[in-house]
Every structure is written in structure tokens, then in C-alpha cells.
């Protein structure tokens, strides 16, 4: 922890433009307040690691670690409060899921935490007898923060298919899912399907 909180003023000491992998932070995004910024870690003993700060109080309000197996794949202010952020399994195990991932948001005091997306939640489907449980196989983008919508965001939902026995990769051949999705209770809306192309050129 003492490390961890020297690297961190270390980092803090020079403008937050000029905070860099040099001085112990990586992808950095501010809040669109600019009141807070969120960043992974980079130092051998704490790579890996993602902080919010309070910008002005220079003083770091959460912080949490990649999970075993696993990469935070991305991570994004959806407003000034709530961050979403993507993680994916990956290992180098024989045996090991690869490709999988799970989304998550909280906010920015670590509170209100709750996947949202992906591998582990289950989507029910209404039959005349029975709930049909499937699981979403599929990797998110962020399309839009829709910033005049308060909790929905726009995505775009990209399937996945196995390749080999555990390893899971986007099947560019498959229609991408666009939808609205609530960022506290996970729930969505499809809007539309697109090509592959027209969801890579989606946002851009």
C-alpha cells in the first residue's frame, strides 16, 4: 500500500496530461466533469491495478485489481458518477475459458456494483411452459453515453464462437447487436442489427 500511494503522488505531481506509464499511470480518462479520472496502474507491484481519484484533493477513492485469469479489457465514464468497464478472461492455462467477458458498473466510490453484461448473467426467454435460459456470448463497445439520457447508454453487442475447445473470438460474420442498455440494472433494448463494417464505423 505505501508503494502504491508513492507512486500514485509520484504520478500526481506533474499536470494530468503529462501523467504517463513513466510515472505510474496508463490510460487515463477524466470524468466529464474533470472532478475525478480513473487509470490503471503500471509499477511491477501494482500492474494491473485500476484507481479513481479525486482530482483536486489528489487522493485515490477506489481501487480494485484485475481479476485471476482474467484482463480488464477497457473501462469508460458513462457520466460523471458511473464508470462501466469490461473484463475478459484470459490465461495461458491448458484448460482455461478464453475470450469470455463480463461488464461491470459502479460508481465512482466503488458503490452500486453490478454486471450488467456478458458471461454469467442468464437471459430468459418466456416459452409456453418452461423459462429458456441462455447465456450472452458476446463482447461490448460503447457506442454512445447518450448524456441527455439519464442510466442509458448505446452499445454494440458483438457475438462470439468458439474456436477450438475453450477459446471464444468475434464471429465477423454475425449481425452486431445494437442496443440501449440501462448502466444500474443491466437491462436492454435492441434497437437494430448491423453488419460487422457498419458497427465498426458506429461512434467513430
Same mark, same amino acid.
Not at 507512486?7 to 500526481?12: M, N, R
Not at 474533470?34 to 489528489?58: C, P
Given at each position: 500500500?505505501?508503494?502504491?500511494?508513492?507512486?500514485?503522488?509520484?504520478?500526481?505531481?506533474?499536470?494530468?496530461?503529462?501523467?504517463?506509464?513513466?510515472?505510474?499511470?496508463?490510460?487515463?480518462?477524466?470524468?466529464?466533469?474533470?472532478?475525478?479520472?480513473?487509470?490503471?496502474?503500471?509499477?511491477?507491484?501494482?500492474?494491473?491495478?485500476?484507481?479513481?481519484?479525486?482530482?483536486?484533493?489528489?487522493?485515490?477513492?477506489?481501487?480494485?485489481?484485475?481479476?485471476?485469469?482474467?484482463?480488464?479489457?477497457?473501462?469508460?465514464?458513462?457520466?460523471?458518477?458511473?464508470?462501466?468497464?469490461?473484463?475478459?478472461?484470459?490465461?495461458?492455462?491448458?484448460?482455461?475459458?478464453?475470450? *469470455? =467477458?463480463?461488464? @461491470?458498473?459502479?460508481?465512482?466510490? +466503488?458503490? /452500486?456494483?453490478? $454486471? %450488467?453484461?456478458?458471461?454469467?448473467?442468464?437471459?430468459?426467454?418466456?416459452?409456453?411452459?418452461?423459462?429458456?435460459?441462455?447465456?450472452?456470448?458476446?463482447?461490448?463497445?460503447?457506442?454512445?453515453?447518450?448524456?441527455?439520457?439519464?442510466?442509458?447508454? *448505446? =452499445?454494440?453487442? @458483438?457475438?462470439?464462437?468458439?474456436? +477450438?475447445? /475453450?477459446?471464444? $473470438? %468475434?464471429?465477423?460474420?454475425?449481425?452486431?447487436?445494437?442496443?440501449?442498455?440501462?448502466?444500474?440494472?443491466?437491462?436492454?433494448?435492441?434497437?437494430?442489427?448491423?453488419?460487422?463494417?457498419?458497427?465498426?464505423?458506429?461512434?467513430?
Amino acid at each position: 500500500m505505501k508503494r502504491l500511494l508513492f507512486t500514485l503522488a509520484a504520478a500526481l505531481l506533474l499536470p494530468l496530461s503529462q501523467a504517463s506509464a513513466n510515472n505510474g499511470l496508463a490510460d487515463i480518462q477524466q470524468s466529464p466533469d474533470q472532478s475525478h479520472f480513473i487509470a490503471r496502474m503500471t509499477a511491477d507491484n501494482n500492474a494491473g491495478r485500476i484507481l479513481i481519484v479525486d482530482a483536486k484533493a489528489k487522493k485515490a477513492i477506489t481501487e480494485f485489481a484485475k481479476p485471476r485469469d482474467a484482463i480488464i479489457d477497457w473501462y469508460r465514464w458513462v457520466d460523471n458518477n458511473r464508470v462501466v468497464y469490461q473484463i475478459k478472461l484470459q490465461s495461458d492455462k491448458a484448460d482455461a475459458v478464453n475470450g *469470455l =467477458v463480463m461488464v @461491470y458498473a459502479m460508481d465512482k466510490d +466503488g458503490s /452500486n456494483r453490478k $454486471q %450488467i453484461f456478458g458471461h454469467g448473467l442468464e437471459r430468459f426467454k418466456r416459452d409456453t411452459r418452461i423459462n429458456k435460459r441462455k447465456e450472452i456470448k458476446a463482447q461490448l463497445r460503447i457506442v454512445d453515453t447518450l448524456p441527455s439520457e439519464k442510466k442509458m447508454i *448505446l =452499445v454494440a453487442e @458483438y457475438p462470439l464462437k468458439r474456436e +477450438g475447445m /475453450n477459446n471464444y $473470438q %468475434i464471429a465477423k460474420e454475425r449481425p452486431v447487436t445494437v442496443s440501449r442498455l440501462d448502466v444500474y440494472s443491466g437491462k436492454r433494448k435492441t434497437v437494430k442489427k448491423v453488419s460487422f463494417a457498419e458497427a465498426q464505423k458506429l461512434g467513430s
